[in-house]
């Protein structure tokens, strides 16, 4: 068990609507990223926060956003979905000078 | 830009050696990691060797890095049916503070 929570583990819902995915970091990780594994595009990075700003931005699309709290839970908000959104979705938390420990996962189907 | 390579498959005999191989092509790579993933399961960290170093030897695990040709692999040792799983090599500038950018992933699977 790596100390990350993601929940739900799964998710299914349609074409045109909007979903929030929740990530709790490991006791203590202030650094929160999120990441996108699909079967054509890999292990994709989307965003990272830390301490409750945003640090760096990768793959992200502009239909998605994320924020983190200031107990350091973090939330990815996915809206107008499409087909080629569903994805597993991974948070992943750290401390400085530690490696990224990853949650589970939420699998997200676009119907 | 940012690139990390690995083969998609392999398969050995269980108590054979497993070798995965991955390159990168960032020279200022720093961490170097390698994460396991079994069928419905989250990435498990398995180990990360610091650029200055050649060789990490854990249990099971050796991990070789040649940093001239950007060439990093796994060895695991005496390989076991429950080591079936993708292992995904991932590389950073600096470990904790930046994200990872990971390989597709090598598929391993174990014939007993």
């Known amino acids: 068990d790596s100390g990350v929570t993601q929940t739900p583990k799964h998710l299914i819902t349609a074409t045109g609507q909007r979903v929030t995915l929740r990530c709790s970091p490991r006791s203590g990780d202030l650094s929160v990223y999120w990441y996108q594994q699909s079967l054509d595009q890999g292990l994709q990075f989307l965003i990272q926060y830390y301490n409750g700003e945003e640090r760096a931005k990768g793959n992200i699309l502009e239909r998605f956003s994320a924020q983190q709290f200031p107990d350091l839970h973090s939330e990815l908000n996915l809206s107008s979905l499409e087909l080629g959104d569903s994805a597993l979705y991974f948070c992943?938390?750290?401390?400085?000078?530690?490696?990224?420990?990853f949650g589970n996962g939420t699998r997200l189907t676009v119907t | 830009g940012e690139d990390v390579e690995q083969s998609l498959f392999l398969s050995v005999r269980e108590g054979d050696s497993s070798v995965i191989n991955c390159t990168y092509t960032d020279s200022s790579s720093t961490y170097l990691y390698w994460y396991k993933q079994e069928p419905g399961a989250g990435l498990q960290l398995l180990t990360y060797i610091f650029s200055n170093m050649d060789m990490k030897q854990d249990q099971r695990l050796t991990v070789l890095l040649n940093k001239k040709d950007k060439h990093l692999s796994l060895r695991i040792a005496d390989t076991q049916t429950g080591d079936s799983a993708i292992y995904f090599c991932a590389e950073s500038k600096d470990t904790g503070r930046r994200a990872l950018t990971f390989g597709s992933g090598t598929r391993l699977q174990v014939q007993p």
């Open positions: 992943a938390s750290s401390v400085p000078n530690s490696p990224l420990h």
